[in-house]
């Protein structure tokens, strides 16, 4: 899918160096910021990143029911 995103000037220049810098396309920078982009909102990338978040948050609530509260012993 294409979109259009506009840049100013001086933006557009330091991103054309960093694609220069970085022996990348302009493409591949954008790929990146934008996986960034969706990790920092936890929102997963791909099918590998959906399934390990599915099984992070069915882990979770086992862990809390299983772990003692504070101040009680367990009974032998």
Do not use: Y
């Not at 160096?17 to 990790?39: G, I, N, P, S």
């Amino acid at each position: 899918m294409r979109k259009l995103i506009a840049f100013d000037d001086d933006t557009f220049d330091k991103l054309k160096q960093l694609t220069r810098d970085r022996m990348a396309t302009f493409q591949e920078l954008a790929d990146e910021a934008f996986a960034d982009l969706l990790k920092k909102h936890g929102i997963p990338i791909d099918l590998k990143d959906a399934l390990r978040k599915s099984v992070r948050l069915t882990a979770e609530p086992e862990r809390k029911r299983n772990r003692p509260k504070p101040g009680r012993k367990s009974k032998p």
